[in-house]
């Protein structure tokens, strides 16, 4: 009997999961890109490449630490504002600011690992006024924006251009009410929509970062490396571009971006999504997702798939 137990389970058929269309997978691993990005980055946030090599050669192991003292595979701001929206998004049904702003504000309440200065500031103001657009500022130029865009992208997949950048500045404007901010965020929505849908990078870089660039030009990027990049989200996208268009893997991609220190959450969080998005779930090292919080890896695999279905678009 027992080894006729044995061959049953040797010969049952294996049990696969039906297998998920292309954009789909794309759309996971854009959102699990992100939540690795973030939780891989968030160990040198502040590091200067320097200390980075000191203190680990190459930075390439989810191992949690840095200046938050974070668990391996916890994540900060970026992936949970991310979730924060996303929620919202799906409880109405649709991209509107004034739930985006009460999500936020519960998100602040909640005591978060990490705030920027700028949504902190807006969100008080919101609490205030109960306006969810934040007053327009040049200064308010940050990445903050701009690292949380991904539910966007996917709740407006395949929709008109108009519709999709108006979903932008509705969320982006709740904290970020800046036109720089704003092309960042726009281009970055589009990226990630190309990819699912296929789009080679070739192609990508040319018509989306080649048109941030053609229409502001302070985000042209050359090749030396932008090193420690701050919070300012032109020196976010360079650095994220740099990495995203050099290399020809996910791995290599983030670890080309966290190394160089800075902001390394954030462009970790960015790199990770186009990434994602770019080469598809398959790409991700194994590793990096079994590192990262259970919690955090179920969410984002059901916002994603929420999301696209909410677009309307597969
Ligand atoms: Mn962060
Ligand atoms: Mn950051």
Redesign the pocket.
Known sequence: MFWTGELIARNAPVRRRAARPPRVERALAAYLGLAIGDALGATV?FMTPQEIRTQYGVHDEIRGGGWLRLKAGQV?D?TTMSLALGDAILGVGRVDALAAAHAFDAWMRGKPV?IGNTVRRNLIAFRRSGDPQAPASEHDAGNGAAMRILPVALATCGQPPETVISACRAQAHVTHHNTVSDAACETLVFMVQDFLLGGDALTVERERAGRLVGDFPVFTWDRKPVENPS?YIVDTIQAVFQSLFATECFEDCLIDVVNRGG?A??TGAIAGMLAGARYGLADIPKRWLRNLDETTRARCEKQAEALLQLSGSC
């Open positions: 946030e900060t970026d990490d919070g902001d959450d954030t």
